[in-house]
Nanobody
Framework: QVQLVESGGGLEQAGGSLRLSCAAS????????VGWFRQAPGKEREFVAA????????YYAGSVKGRFTISRDNAKNTVYLQMNSLKPEDTAVYYC??????????????????WGQGTQVTVSS
């Protein structure tokens, strides 16, 4: 099975940028569709973005479309989430997750089998 480790979180001012990384080990990440989710205190985990195993298809939540970009470098076994024009409402723990292609809706957390431990993103106003 694949293990996932997120990094790149931190404290940023509104309007700033951060790039999150999701590094895989155990198996090559190229076999998986990878998604990013986030969970703010007191709220349910929500979908942020996903990228198909080949990288040809990407999916975004409406709240981040146009500001966030998901990409993957299969040679580095890593998926990225570039976050621009950050807003205070983007504050959350961000998780990456992996699933086999065709497992279900990429917008649903239930589709994903493997999860990282999360990285905190805090955006100050």
């Amino acid at each position: 099975q694949v293990q996932l480790v997120e990094s790149g979180g931190g404290l940023e001012q509104a309007g700033g940028s951060l790039r999150l990384s999701c590094a895989a080990s155990g198996r090559t990440i190229s076999s998986y569709t990878v998604g990013w989710f986030r969970q703010a205190p007191g709220k349910e985990r929500e979908f942020v973005a996903a990228i198909s195993w080949g990288g040809g298809n990407t999916y975004y939540a409406g709240s981040v479309k146009g500001r966030f970009t998901i990409s993957r470098d299969n040679a580095k076994n890593t998926v990225y989430l570039q976050m621009n024009s950050l807003k205070p409402e983007d504050t959350a723990v961000y998780y990456c997750a992996a699933t086999f292609p065709g497992s279900g809706s990429y917008y649903s957390s239930h589709t994903y089998n493997y999860w990282g431990q999360g990285t905190q993103v805090t955006v100050s106003s």
